[in-house]
């Protein structure tokens, strides 16, 4: 039962996202305004404790949502046998370039650590 109220709790915060992204006409998907609204709701055990058993639930039956990607792909074999080189330059080089942003945000803001570090001694 605790599981079923977290994915009603999952699909209003959901549906407030989309509604709020789209009422404002804010510059961000519903998607992402829904998981800041997650994070904030989260805050209170009445929305964690069963959004975490409904997760729970998710992340145990997981392989059961990669199957509609495995028929899109087969689906679409010639697409990917066109495209598939480039499709895979891009995966490749995003991804590169995505560790390589995080891992200089992540030099410069360990870098402010240690001059602040430094000016309290």
Not at 2 to 14: P, S, V
Not at 39 to 65: G, I, K, M
Not at 112 to 117: A, C, F, I, K, Y
Request: glycine fraction near 10%.
């Amino acid at each position: 039962m605790q599981g079923l109220r977290g994915l009603a709790w999952l699909l209003a915060l959901q549906s407030a996202g989309e509604l709020l992204a789209r009422g404002l006409h804010l510059p961000l998907p519903g998607p992402v305004v829904c998981m800041v609204l997650l994070l904030v709701a989260l805050r209170w055990p009445l929305v964690r404790e069963p959004v975490a058993q409904c997760a729970d639930f998710l992340l145990a039956h997981l392989s059961l949502l990669f199957i509609p990607v495995g028929v899109g792909v087969m689906t679409h074999l010639a697409l990917l046998g066109q495209y598939g080189g480039r499709m895979l330059l891009v995966l490749v080089l995003s991804t590169w370039i995505g560790l390589a942003v995080t891992a200089l945000v992540l030099y410069h803001l360990s870098k402010g650590d240690d001059v602040e570090d430094a000016s309290n001694v």
